[in-house]
């Protein structure tokens, strides 16, 4: 198994999906006329363009499947709002733009009409694309489920912050009694033995960082480091089945392996550190002592 091929396969796959979608918003805003008055486009206190379409019956009947949570309407406002950034970050001179509040709707549908008419190969580089951890993060859980013997495994994927590693103890956030402490780090995973097997818990944090050197990039090599030290905490004033592991999956998540694992190579009997792969094969070698 390799991961990085999953990931990848993955991502295109999502891309393709994301594609269709967008390409229905930017159909939708290539039928309106130019002076429709039921379009706006403002800022917001961001500076950021704002769009609002108010025909919610004219919307719904030409964008049918937005991507989940998103209304029609809010799904394409906010793929339109996009496209007046890329025209401001990009095109601005090319359409004549001195300020922001200089862009209109026919600038946005003729930006829209050169996307819309391009080969799918170009179409690709403007729509949604699947970088969200939250994807990844399925994607890894998918691996560890298909990837574990069921027979032994219990694999579960707790809601952000409901357990978390706190110190010297593992909290389960509907029996906490009092706030977490600042250093505290929710737990992305559980994959425990099932009953009446002998008892292991392995809590598991899981990032994917794809390209080195953005500020992304250091900020999970950094919170990585953090919820290992609360790991090291943990196992070193507890002498008992809890074990923990890191899961570091892309280009720079895997290049920051071996300096995860010296960051917990003192306790590394109890914490792991590798790629999902590798953490998948570690848990394998410990159904041999079930």
């Known amino acids: 198994m390799d991961p990085k091929k999953i990931h990848f396969d993955s991502n295109n796959k999502k891309r393709i999906e994301n594609l269709i979608e967008d390409i229905e918003a930017w159909k939708f805003l290539l039928s309106l006329e130019d002076n429709d008055k039921e379009f706006s486009i403002s800022l917001n206190k961001y500076n950021n363009f704002k769009i609002k379409y108010e025909n919610n019956e004219k919307i719904n009947k030409n964008i049918k499947n937005p991507p989940k949570p998103k209304t029609a309407k809010q799904f394409f406002q906010d793929r339109t709002a996009t ?3 890329k025209i401001w970050d990009m095109r601005s001179e090319e359409y004549g733009l001195k300020t922001r509040e200089n862009l209109k709707l026919h600038h946005l549908k003729h930006f829209a009409k050169l996307i819309v008419e391009s080969p799918k190969e170009i179409q690709l580089e403007f729509c949604r694309q699947p970088t969200r951890q939250s994807m990844h993060q399925k994607n890894q859980m998918m691996m560890l489920e298909d990837f574990l013997d069921n027979k032994f495994w219990n694999v579960k994927h ?4 409901e357990i ?5 103890q593992i909290v389960d956030i509907k029996k906490l009694k009092k706030k977490f402490s600042i250093n505290a780090r929710s737990v992305d995973v559980v994959i425990e033995t099932k009953k009446p097997l002998k008892s292991w818990i392995f809590y598991g944090f899981m990032k994917f960082s794809k390209e080195q050197g953005t500020a992304t990039t250091t900020h999970q090599l950094n919170e990585a480091k953090k919820w290992l030290e609360q790991a090291q905490v943990y196992s070193q004033a507890n002498e008992d089945n809890i074990n923990f592991f890191c899961i570091s999956d892309g280009k720079e998540g895997e290049r920051n392996i071996p300096t995860l694992k ?3 190579r003192y306790h590394s009997d109890r914490i792991n550190v590798g790629n999902t792969d590798a953490i998948i094969q570690i848990l394998k070698k410990y159904e041999e002592r079930i």
């Not at 707790?158 to 912050?161: F, K, M, S, T």
């Not at 978390?164 to 010297?168: A, C, K, L, R, T």
């Open 83 to 85: 496209l007046g950034e």
């Open 164 to 168: 978390v590693i706190d110190g010297e």
């Open 158 to 161: 707790p809601r952000e912050g």
């Open 262 to 264: 010296k960051h917990v």
